[in-house]
């Protein structure tokens, strides 16, 4: 795994966390977590792309 692709892999790990912490203090549907889930989907997406790439 090249370097930017680990360090993605960091900030994915990290925002994943974070999604989950906030999915418990604030509900699923609240538009914090809903943009931080987005997030985390463009994260997902970005790394699949240079994996595949």
């Not at 360090?7 to 999915?23: I, T």
């Not at 604030?26 to 943009?35: F, K, M, Q, S």
């Amino acid at each position: 795994m090249s370097d930017n692709v680990f360090a993605l892999h960091k900030r994915l790990c990290l925002l994943r966390r974070r999604l989950e912490e906030m999915c418990e203090k604030y509900g699923l549907t609240d538009p914090r977590v809903l943009a931080m889930s987005r997030k985390v989907d463009r994260l997902v997406v970005e790394m699949q792309k240079r994996l595949a790439g």
